[in-house]
């Protein structure tokens, strides 16, 4: 759905306007009369005259076209002016109103009512629970925002959950000098949602940038969808609040437990290409600066006048996984003559303390032949000339435009005039290094990932489709669906009875490995369930006899065993790894692979991937740390099988929306063979 | 060494002032005529008076006493100078001159000069190749920063190794209001060192917090020493630049090429109980707002007028470490009675959008109860008053001045006067929520360092001195020594021909283990001059002839052979970890343990320990991940006997400087016993 049309207004009419200055409906008309050219009707059936304009008694009594109705009253009356609203052929309602779902209990009872009304209804509505929308060209500010706060007109859009937030952010940005081409508080986005606006600003040409602040999403594909398809052409912004929020109810998978809430989040992000910021400050820095550079290079620049300047962003750029690019000799030829004795031509390029603005110019005219990032770094001292060399800066780069300039101005203010020359011609200027490296590594993602075609190879087939598991599932049980799609494992036999175990043992042979499989030992282990290295018919016995007591104690009744080979007969040196699969309520399956044993616990060395899983997660799988130890360990058609485990486990996945987690852990690596040994489905 | 009397100086000389005005003694003139009211003895042969004052021909014509003399005059002319001024038994000379061991060759010569020549004379130096010493109180600037940077007076110390950046942080500071005791430009620092700094800072009472831009040192130890003691005292703030500067030269040892360059730096900083920043605007906020709050507690409380700007503060305090307090009953039913039926009463507390500053300051005065560090997030929203809840803020804290009150006044124009308010009351004022959580993680740890008391009982003993290691060795000579200091290894023998083969195998056994054992094959795994698993007399003779084949390609004469006990007999679940040694130029021993075989070198999980290693970096080792892996995988005895030869290690290295590297890779535990297999000491 394309929204941008609600954009572009004649009219507006407020709803819940009010003679007292203190109400929402106050600020909304006081905001619309100072920003909006088109025709504004205040509604408020108890007086005739509002802030000059004459006042009507409802939408109803308007005669004229209205394009966007704002309503702010009681949300026990929403829903009654929203039919009005319908009534009068009112295409968008803004509905400032709190008191819905974010309250519970009578709230999401009134929301309820609202998207039933909405499912048959031609209205749209963006809310409720939000602080309104703006548009700078053509300019109309519907929000109850503080009408001292100006917002500048610029390019980049912005949405966001949090109302404070946004109001603060609006603020903080006029100071800085940030324009806007569109503000969205998109509050509980009952009809309207994050991705209906991210596509609609994707053909919207006074967007150029787009920043999402985001605490939860009710539609993760949707948002997926419209995030990737945005990104293919501008960038992306997100911070996202509420990372560490503790998950709700405890987790039964081992998987799930690891995966977290914020995981799938950082998958998603990943996916779409999104830039993910941690302050609001780097948000700032993107939105300012993210249209004016592109960064195709991950090899950085620094051309400095103070060498300890340069040794901090050097660090930085170190330490954010970008590289300092080499100079060949013809370059290093051409800066030993522009530049003095002292200097130093390799980066990063001292050009010392008395580097006047035209040393900055000729070492700027070399640095440019390599058509990577520069970080231009000035330092004021004594003989400096901040102005400028900020001039010299900005007009080398009108001859080079395609070369990115990021110049960090260090200091106060001696350079606040050479600052501000930088930044209202739209050339990116930081007060500090750490800056401007975030910003560089932050498009140098975005734009790696827009240039990469993504060839998904999972489908579902009709044999994951058939397997209809409807129960948590333990053991043999589930081994044998894992042994259906065709993942290696361990031999195993299940019983329930002593008079089965010597048939049992027959088939399976010694060394062999006796378990207790129930739902309610999901952790066998911890109680001592798991009886390995069993050498022969009275060890076998004596295992039965003290599982058996065990199951008493835990009181399982009519307990079930496992009976399987001891894989490490098969050599001494092995490897535990653990695969799994955890369903994420937004973003659906994510398939997980790390090290097992007691090492899954302890260190954080499990990758996740989001389903559907390409062949290009598994190069970078294979280029991680678990991919280089795998390599290592194990053959490479051991390292293939595993993979191929994995998108196994995405079609099972895919195919079963109720199957929640799996975890094969661990599965036992050997130099040239591999083996699932533990088996655990949960729905 | 005190240096604190050098700052009251009475006179100071400029010798190389000059009609210059482009010249560094011009400047320094200036400043000096700007700032000091003592006596200025411009010193140039060729001129009778400068900027107004009489000019004498050399130190030896002024007839009064001089204090400091400030040297700005060619490197070459700097010595001959230094001798007139200590005839004219000046204590201190500030070199300026650059010139010096920073451009390598003639001026290491020069330097080194200088040396002798101090080693024998009166007069100390600071210097060269520095911008020059600072005091605000008495004043003086006896620098050639640029005249027009203010400097303002205040509590932060600050010692530069940069000069341009002091420069810059010179600059910048003056715009923030941030004010300084004293200021050091240390230069090439080859006589006064940082250690005498902040020696003398320590018990200077017009500083109380020392901030440090440093790249590297002359000595460690020194560091060390008065870094302990400092701190003890008042906090220490380090920037350290060069964080990622690539190893001089190849490193042998395993243990070496993990430790790095900076590893150790980061140990002494912890050691030292320093806080160390990465950018430039956190040091800024340590300098100001350090010594007005004091931290005992990690547990964070959040008080805000808007949900989102809480959701972000409560991830940042989660990605650092901290955490959020939890509220007993009667601080809720407390918080219920002052706050709306809106409101949310647990932490983090929202006050919601329409909070007074009356709803502030009752809040507030709920909160102090817990007396825990307060993050008060106010964003700009349509009802908000901003300067009115700053004055709620700021008198509330004078009723209870031991709570840390940080606040986050988000937004621009609007709360500029609310954050000037604060700031002015010497009251801890941010923009962004990461600001107000680094500066309390920050100060968490520095507190929590300085209430610990350190028990050290690593010491030397004649066992360890006696071992007398010359050369790199290896393999059964190395055992032999880790023998010696009971660190329990495999059985082994060391031969060189066939014929000793028959007798080393009867008194080691079967299964075992055959390796070369030379100097040239630090990495045997790599030519497959490790075999393992031998089980019988056919197959050690062939693994023999074998390795004597690889000898030969390795170009190996005489090789030795080593056989080994193949501990894996003792059991199949098993568990390689590394232990190691590396010796730091600078700050002397660091002992590793970590994870061994190819987990060391994909995963980062090795701690390193800075020598002498105390009983309380051997609990931490026990909560890290690395201990707790040991502790789940091994009994109890397993993992004292492994720490205890941490200690043994510490002991070696630190009897024996000459010993560069240990490697200890792999030690193999069991549930209930360990062995070390393999054994590499260089020197």
Redesign the interface.
Known sequence: MDIKRFFEPESIAVIGASRDP?K?GS?VLKNLIITFRGKIFPINPFVDELQGLKAYKSVLSVKEKIDIAVIAIPAEMVLGILKECEKAKIPLAVILSAGFNE?GGEGTKREEEIKKFLSKAKIRIIGPNCLGIINTDPNFNAT???P??KVIKGHAGFI??????L???V??????NIGFSKIISIGNATDISEADIIESFKTDEKTKVLAL?L?GLNNGKDFLKAGQSFSQEKPLLV??????KSTSGAVSSHTGSMAGDYKAYELAFNRIGAISV????DLFNFMRDAPNIKVNSDEVIIAT?????G??T???I??SGLKLAKFNDKLLNELAKALPK?ANIHNPVDMV?DATPERYRDTLEILVQMNKPIIILF??????QPLETAKQIYETHLRHPSVPFLSVF???????KARRFLLERSMPIY??P?EAVFMIKGLFTYYSHRAQTFKLIAKEKAKYRDLKIKTDIFGIDAKKVFDSIGIKSADGIKFTSYKELEKSAEKIGYPCVLKIESNFLAHKNKVGAVIV?IKDRKALEDAFMKLSKIAKEQKINKASFGLYEDV?KFG?DKMEILVGAHRDPQFGPMIAIGLGG??A???N?TTFLLSPISDQDIDELKAS?IG??IS??SSESVFNELTGYLFKLDKLMTANNNIKDIDLNPIILFKDKLFATDFKIFV
């Open positions: 203190n929402v600020a309250i109850f925002l503080d001292n706060s966001s959950q949090s109302g404070a937030l109001s603060a952010v603020d903080d940005a006029s100071t800085n602040y605490e911070l996202k609040g509420g990372k560490f941690e302050n609001i400050d006048n103070a060498g300890g300047a040794v901090v050097t660090d930085h170190s330490s002292e303390g330092s004021p001292q004594e003989m400096s260090l200091g106060g203010a001696r350079v606040e007060e500090y750490n290295g490490s001494e007691i090492f616990n302890e260190l060395e740390k280089r130890i290592e360990f």
